[in-house]
Nanobody, 121 residues
Framework: VQLVESGGGLVEAGGSLRLSCATS????????MGWFRQAPGKEREGLAC???????YVINSVKGRFTISRDNAKNTVYLQRNSLKPEDTAVYSC????????????????WGQGTQVTVSS
């Protein structure tokens, strides 16, 4: 099983970045997917998740700026992030869950290594 994030890097405040998470080794269509981030000195934070059939959930603090989507044909999940702020600086990771719980309560089975995003002021 592999989950490989890409699209991170350095961006100026106010800019946009789309993160991708390419997966392999499991049946992507059967899994809900989520995006998380962890800033230095802080706990990991769940940002958004999307069910296998496309229903999505985004936490209130980033709603309107972050959008999660998936392409089942490409076994890939995306996180579009707009109006970036310095406080969005973190390592962003994706995860996969074969779970029937409500989206905010998913238990994840597989995790990616993460990609660093740095937002400069």
């Amino acid at each position: 099983v592999q989950l490989v994030e890409s699209g991170g890097g350095l961006v100026e405040a106010g800019g946009s970045l789309r993160l991708s998470c390419a997966t392999s080794g499991f049946t992507f269509d059967d899994y809900a997917m989520g995006w998380f981030r962890q800033a230095p000195g802080k706990e990991r934070e769940g940002l958004a998740c999307i069910s296998s059939d496309g229903n999505s959930y985004v936490i209130n603090s980033v709603k309107g700026r972050f959008t999660i989507s998936r392409d089942n044909a490409k076994n890939t999940v995306y996180l579009q992030r707009n109006s970036l702020k310095p406080e969005d600086t973190a390592v962003y990771s994706c995860a996969a869950a074969r779970d029937n719980r409500p989206l905010p309560l998913l238990k994840y089975d597989y995790w990616g290594q993460g990609t660093q995003v740095t937002v400069s002021s």
